[in-house]
C-alpha cells in the first residue's frame, strides 16, 4: 500500500493486494476510488455492490460500507476532507489536479492507474459541482435540515457543529450560508 496524505487529502494506492475492509464510515471524508485490476464487493448503507476493472465508487460521509475481495485488486483511492469543499472552485480544482499529477510522476504509476488517477479526478471535481450547485441553490439544500429541525423543535439542544457536520460541511461555512 502506498499512502499520500495532508491535511486536505489522502491518496491510496493499493497494488496486488486482498481487500478486508470491515463495515465502517468515515465522518469527514468524501471517498472516490477506482478498481483498476481484479474485483472486489462492496457493499453500501447495506446493499451490495460488485465491483471489476475500470469502476469507479464513492462514499460520502457518515455511509456504513465495507469493502472486500477474494482475489488480489489493483486500487486507487482518494479520500477528500469535507471542508475542502469550503475552497473557491479554481483553488479546489488546482488542488486537486495538481496533487493527482504529482502522485502520477512521484509514484511512477503504471498507464493502467494513471488513467484510473484522471478518471478519480474528474469523479472529485464533478462531486465538487455538485456540491456548489446545492450550496448555491435557491432552496439550499444542506441547509434546509437545520433550518427544520429549529422551526420545529426551538428548544432542541443542538450546537452549530453538528448542524454543519449533517450538512458536510465546515461550521464556518454553514454558518455563513445561514446567515
Known amino acids: 500500500m502506498i499512502l499520500y496524505r495532508s491535511e486536505q487529502l489522502e491518496y491510496i494506492v493499493i497494488k496486488n493486494d486482498v481487500l478486508r475492509f470491515g463495515e465502517h464510515s468515515h465522518a469527514s471524508d468524501i471517498v472516490v476510488s477506482g478498481i483498476v485490476t481484479g474485483s472486489a464487493c462492496l457493499k453500501l448503507n447495506g446493499k451490495e455492490h460488485l465491483l471489476d476493472s475500470s469502476d469507479v465508487f464513492s462514499v460520502l460521509p457518515y455511509e456504513n460500507h465495507s469493502l472486500t475481495s477474494d482475489e ?34 512521484r509514484l511512477e504509476l503504471s498507464e ?6 484522471q478518471r478519480l479526478c474528474t469523479t472529485v471535481l464533478a462531486i465538487y459541482d455538485a456540491a456548489y450547485e446545492a450550496l448555491t441553490s435557491e432552496t439550499d439544500i444542506l441547509l434546509e435540515n437545520g433550518r427544520q429541525m429549529i422551526e420545529s423543535f426551538p428548544e432542541i439542544d443542538d450546537n452549530i457543529q453538528s448542524f454543519a ?4 460541511i465546515s461550521k464556518y461555512h454553514y454558518i455563513r450560508r445561514f446567515r
Do not use: H, Q, W
Open 72 to 105: 488480489p485488486v489493483c486500487m486507487l483511492t482518494m479520500c477528500i476532507k469535507k471542508d475542502l469543499f469550503s475552497l473557491e472552485k479554481n483553488a479546489y480544482t488546482n488542488f486537486v489536479i495538481a496533487v493527482v499529477n504529482g502522485l502520477c510522476v
Open 112 to 117: 493502467p492507474e494513471r488513467n484510473m488517477a
Open 165 to 168: 457536520d449533517s450538512s458536510f
